[in-house]
Structure formats: C-alpha cells, structure tokens
C-alpha cells in the first residue's frame, strides 16, 4: 500500500466529509515554489496554487524570513484588545493599494467567508436599508451571511436568509437572455436596473457584492462595461457596491485588484486567499463611515494574527517590487495563446476565457448545443493528476477546468504544465482514461 493510500484511509475513519471538495487521491508532505510533492515523494506542478493562495509559490523564502522573524518577536496578541503593531502597518499599505482617494479603514479576519459575513452584518447597520443584492453563480463563502449572497449550486442547496435577492452575472457562453455580446448591449443590466430592482427597491438596498471575475462560477470574465454600469446604478441609488477580491485580488487579474480594469473605486473590498501566501487571514477594506458603523460587531479572537499580517506585508512588497501584476498579465496571455490553439485541435473545447492568471477552459460534448461535459471534465482533471498536474474544475455544471498557477512560475515551467494538460484531453477523448477510479471523486 502506498503511503497516500495508506493515509487517505485513516483520513476517511478521522476527518469528516463536510470539510472537502476532492479531485484526485493526493496527500501532500512539502512543497517548494510551483511544484509539491506527495507522501510517497512524487512531484507535481501546482496549477491551482492551492485555489489560488499559494500565488507567490509555495514557501517563498522571503515569506518564510518574515513569518520566522515575526514568530521570534510575537506569535500572537489578539487584536480585539491588545492590537499589535504589524496589524496596523498591513491596514496602512492596504488603505494605500486599494482604490479610491475617500477615507478608508480595514478590518481582519481569517477567511473569504468571513470578509463577507462582516457584508452582510455590517451594511444593513450602516445605511438601514435591510437588503442585499448578489449575483447567480456567485461564491462568497460558506457562513450563514456569506452563502446568502452567494449564488453558487454549493451554497444556494441551504436555504439562506431571505434579505438577499439575486441577479444574472454576465456568463456570455450561456447568455440567460439568450442574447450575444455586444449586440445585446448587456440585456442582464439592463435587467437588473428596471426588473430586479422593482422588486428589491434601491431605497431598501444596503448593498451590491459583486465579483469581478466570477471564479468558482466558472471563470466568467463579464464585458468590460459590466462593473462601471453597476456602479454608476449603485452611485446614482446611494447603494454601496462591495467587491469581492478573495480570490482574484493580490495580482492574479494582471492588476493589483481586478477591480482596477474598470477604472472605479467600489465603497467597499473584501480579500483574502492570497493575501498571506498561505497563512489564514482576510480583510475588508471600504470607507472610513461603513467600518465605524457598529461598535465590536464583527470580531474574533484570533483576526489580524501577527503573523499572517507579517506574511501579507512580506507578500505585498513583492508583489510591488516584482511587478507581478504585470508579470501574470504576460503568462496569462501566454496560457491563453496557448490554450486558444488546443482549442482548434480538441472538440471537447468549447471556451477558453480568462484574465491575467486566472483561466478556465470550459469543456462540452458538442460545441453546437454547448452541453455541459461534466463527468469529462472530472477525467480530463484525474488524469492530469496522474500525469504530474494538478488542476480542479468549478463552474454551474461542474465543467470548467480552472487555472490558477503560481503567477512567479516560469514560462519553461507553464510550457511543461500545458503539454501535460494537452496530453490529459488527448486522453479523455480518445477515451483513455479509467472511469471507475473517476467516479469515486465526485468533485462538487
Ligand atoms: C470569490 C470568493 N469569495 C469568498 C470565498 C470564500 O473564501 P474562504 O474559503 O477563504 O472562506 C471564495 C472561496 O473560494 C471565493 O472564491
């Protein structure tokens, strides 16, 4: 018995099912910039970044130097009543990168989930308005608030809390409206503007929580006029457009924000996965008013951690000092050239979309009907895996190959991860994959 074998059986006997989403049987023991390697010692490039945290690569030294230096000084103060100096440098520089000229002020947490909690607790108290406006297809995390705005199939199975009202995202391949961009001048805009929001009056709206790139969706990159149209709806409405960088902020986009391809300042970001290569921490960081709404209502003992707001100071210097917004826009246009010519050769490819460093492939049985080819998706993942590549798939109909590689990896590195990926498709449409041990992974 292989040693992963072996310990994804004491997992199944110690760790509930509740906790994961799996792709492939893998247990990880280290990893070093773009590769990790398995229990048994095998290697694999991360094309995941370990859904998209690790974008910096995996123990970057420089990251690893600052968390050993914060730990010999201060391993933990809880903020809630003793903050610690490191905390309050990190509100700085995030107060200085995001945009908007206005006042602003930050508040910490430990996940993407809870950044948008304090959304859904925070803005009805701010504006007393008792609404909340989020997008189908959305994901905005698992606690009770988060998964009320969100949209996503995973989230939308619990019924939710009801203040919160839904519009249609962008996701053109699959247009709701039946329509084509741009012909259709954004139909769901419109929609939004004169249906959605005669139904959940402005006057009664806190807030709009949009992402800008919807990831776990299915990596739908809405047309360019999409957010600036949201937010003038939300300006001229005196509702607050909240946007939500957890998973496409820090770099990933080609911007430091996605948000900043549009050219708007939303009232409010929440961030989080990459923002400390790996140690827990989020943020949400929106106008001074909004963050002094409620006295202590929203806090938890262990938010602004000394150390992961050491590791996301370390991280964000080098993201400025590398340029590595600039640096994932060339990759991420690399991997679209290159993902744009299989696209020619393989049918199982209906779409190929992305911005920056973050691209989905979205695979169908027939590019005419565009039905969804979800169990292939899962095999074409499985068998990457088996070849040295890790990957996963997100989407409505589970169908949509993400990538999210490290954004320092190099191109002789992107090069050797796209062959793998090219021979996986070859393999599953010429039905080369062993289906039996796929379907044990049922993925979400
Ligand atoms: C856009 C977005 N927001 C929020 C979350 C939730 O973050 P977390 O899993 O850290 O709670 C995710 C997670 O995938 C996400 O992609």
């Given at each position: 018995m292989s040693r992963v074998s072996e310990y994804l059986s004491r997992e199944e006997k110690s760790i509930g099912k509740t906790i994961g989403i799996r792709f492939y049987p893998i247990v990880i023991d280290r990893a070093e910039g773009s590769n990790v390697y398995d229990v048994d010692g095998r290697e694999y490039i991360d094309f995941s970044s370990q859904w998209a945290v690790t974008s910096l690569g995996h123990n970057n030294p420089e990251i690893v130097d600052a968390v050993k230096k914060q730990i010999e000084k201060l391993v933990f103060s809880s903020h809630t009543s003793f903050p610690n100096a490191v905390c309050i440098e990190l509100a700085e520089k995030l107060i200085e990168v995001s945009p908007g000229s206005f006042e602003k002020k930050a508040w910490f947490g430990l996940s993407g989930s809870d950044a948008n909690e304090f959304i859904y607790k925070i803005m009805p108290i701010y504006s007393g308005r008792?609404?909340?406006?989020?997008?189908?297809?959305?994901?905005?995390?698992?606690?009770?608030?988060?998964?009320?705005l969100s949209g996503h199939k995973a989230l939308t199975r619990f019924i939710g809390f009801p203040n919160t009202v839904k519009a249609p995202y962008p996701y053109c391949y699959r247009c709701p409206f039946k329509q084509s961009y741009p012909e259709c001048g954004l139909l769901c805009i419109d929609f939004l503007e004169n249906n959605v929001l005669e139904n959940a009056p402005a006057e009664d709206l806190a807030a709009v929580i949009v992402e800008p790139i919807q990831s776990d969706g299915g990596v739908i990159v809405p047309p360019p006029e999409?957010?600036?149209?949201?937010?003038?709806?939300?300006?001229?409405?005196?509702?607050?457009?909240?946007?939500?960088?957890?998973?496409v902020g820090f770099g990933r986009s080609g911007k430091f924000f996605a948000v900043e391809h549009s050219?708007?300042?939303?009232?409010?970001?929440?961030?989080?996965?990459?923002m400390a290569s790996g140690f827990p921490l989020s943020a949400v960081v929106g106008r001074a008013e909004i963050m002094d709404a409620a006295l202590a209502a929203h806090l938890f003992t262990s938010s602004a951690h000394p150390v992961s707001c050491a590791a996301s100071l370390a991280t964000i210097n080098i993201i400025l000092r590398d340029k590595i917004p600039e640096k994932a826009a060339r990759t991420g246009e690399y991997i679209l050239k290159r993902l744009n010519e299989l696209y020619e050769e393989h049918p199982l490819i209906g779409d190929v979309r992305g911005k920056g460093m973050i691209v989905g492939v979205?695979?169908?049985?027939d590019r005419e009907s565009r039905e969804p080819a979800s169990f292939e998706t899962a095999c074409l993942v499985y068998r990457a895996y088996e070849l040295g590549l890790l990957i996963t798939y997100v989407g409505t109909y589970s169908n949509v190959v993400e990538i999210t590689p490290p954004l320092t990896i190099s191109i002789e590195e992107t090069d050797k991860a796209l062959d793998i990926f090219e021979k996986a498709l070859d393999d599953v449409e010429k039905d080369r994959v062993d289906k039996e041990k796929v379907k044990k992974f049922a993925g979400w």
């Amino acid at each position: 018995m292989s040693r992963v074998s072996e310990y994804l059986s004491r997992e199944e006997k110690s760790i509930g099912k509740t906790i994961g989403i799996r792709f492939y049987p893998i247990v990880i023991d280290r990893a070093e910039g773009s590769n990790v390697y398995d229990v048994d010692g095998r290697e694999y490039i991360d094309f995941s970044s370990q859904w998209a945290v690790t974008s910096l690569g995996h123990n970057n030294p420089e990251i690893v130097d600052a968390v050993k230096k914060q730990i010999e000084k201060l391993v933990f103060s809880s903020h809630t009543s003793f903050p610690n100096a490191v905390c309050i440098e990190l509100a700085e520089k995030l107060i200085e990168v995001s945009p908007g000229s206005f006042e602003k002020k930050a508040w910490f947490g430990l996940s993407g989930s809870d950044a948008n909690e304090f959304i859904y607790k925070i803005m009805p108290i701010y504006s007393g308005r008792r609404r909340l406006l989020g997008f189908q297809g959305s994901y905005h995390g698992q606690t009770m608030g988060a998964l009320s705005l969100s949209g996503h199939k995973a989230l939308t199975r619990f019924i939710g809390f009801p203040n919160t009202v839904k519009a249609p995202y962008p996701y053109c391949y699959r247009c709701p409206f039946k329509q084509s961009y741009p012909e259709c001048g954004l139909l769901c805009i419109d929609f939004l503007e004169n249906n959605v929001l005669e139904n959940a009056p402005a006057e009664d709206l806190a807030a709009v929580i949009v992402e800008p790139i919807q990831s776990d969706g299915g990596v739908i990159v809405p047309p360019p006029e999409f957010i600036p149209r949201l937010h003038k709806i939300c300006r001229d409405r005196g509702i607050s457009l909240v946007v939500d960088e957890v998973k496409v902020g820090f770099g990933r986009s080609g911007k430091f924000f996605a948000v900043e391809h549009s050219n708007i300042a939303p009232d409010v970001l929440t961030m989080a996965k990459p923002m400390a290569s790996g140690f827990p921490l989020s943020a949400v960081v929106g106008r001074a008013e909004i963050m002094d709404a409620a006295l202590a209502a929203h806090l938890f003992t262990s938010s602004a951690h000394p150390v992961s707001c050491a590791a996301s100071l370390a991280t964000i210097n080098i993201i400025l000092r590398d340029k590595i917004p600039e640096k994932a826009a060339r990759t991420g246009e690399y991997i679209l050239k290159r993902l744009n010519e299989l696209y020619e050769e393989h049918p199982l490819i209906g779409d190929v979309r992305g911005k920056g460093m973050i691209v989905g492939v979205e695979l169908v049985k027939d590019r005419e009907s565009r039905e969804p080819a979800s169990f292939e998706t899962a095999c074409l993942v499985y068998r990457a895996y088996e070849l040295g590549l890790l990957i996963t798939y997100v989407g409505t109909y589970s169908n949509v190959v993400e990538i999210t590689p490290p954004l320092t990896i190099s191109i002789e590195e992107t090069d050797k991860a796209l062959d793998i990926f090219e021979k996986a498709l070859d393999d599953v449409e010429k039905d080369r994959v062993d289906k039996e041990k796929v379907k044990k992974f049922a993925g979400w």
